[in-house]
Nanobody, 124 residues
Framework: QVQLVESGGGLVQPGDSLRLSCAAS????????MGWFRQAPGKEREFVAA????????YYADSAKGRFTISRDNAKNTVYLQMNSLKPEDTAVYYC?????????????????WGQGTQVTVSS
């Protein structure tokens, strides 16, 4: 079992930056690949970024490439999402997720554990 707690969301203006954190507890953090997803009002939850267990290889949605950076600190049991040049369309609840087994990094169904989410609002 893994517990995930997101933090760092808030209200920012277009062009601003924000860093989300996700603290994990429970089973060995380094055993899990980690991902960030988001869900805007009235829309389905979508993939944002993911990072492999130990290699640090990352994956990004097209909407995140060049602006967002996912990273992990296995010593701190934490995964981060650095978001730069934020746009109003980035407004959503952002969820952290952990996956233990195989599958696709961008598929919700392949993740085993989820956090409660943190709200990010980008508005002038």
């Amino acid at each position: 079992q893994v517990q995930l707690v997101e933090s760092g969301g808030g209200l920012v203006q277009p062009g601003d930056s924000l860093r989300l954190s996700c603290a994990a507890s429970g089973r060995t953090f380094s055993s899990y690949a980690m991902g960030w997803f988001r869900q805007a009002p009235g829309k389905e939850r979508e993939f944002v970024a993911a990072v492999r267990r130990s290699s640090g290889i990352t994956y990004y949605a097209d909407s995140a490439k060049g602006r967002f950076t996912i990273s992990r600190d296995n010593a701190k049991n934490t995964v981060y999402l650095q978001m730069n040049s934020l746009k109003p369309e980035d407004t959503a609840v952002y969820y952290c997720a952990a996956r233990y087994s195989g599958g696709s990094y961008d598929q919700l169904r392949d993740y085993d554990y989820w956090g409660q989410g943190t709200q990010v609002t980008v508005s002038s």
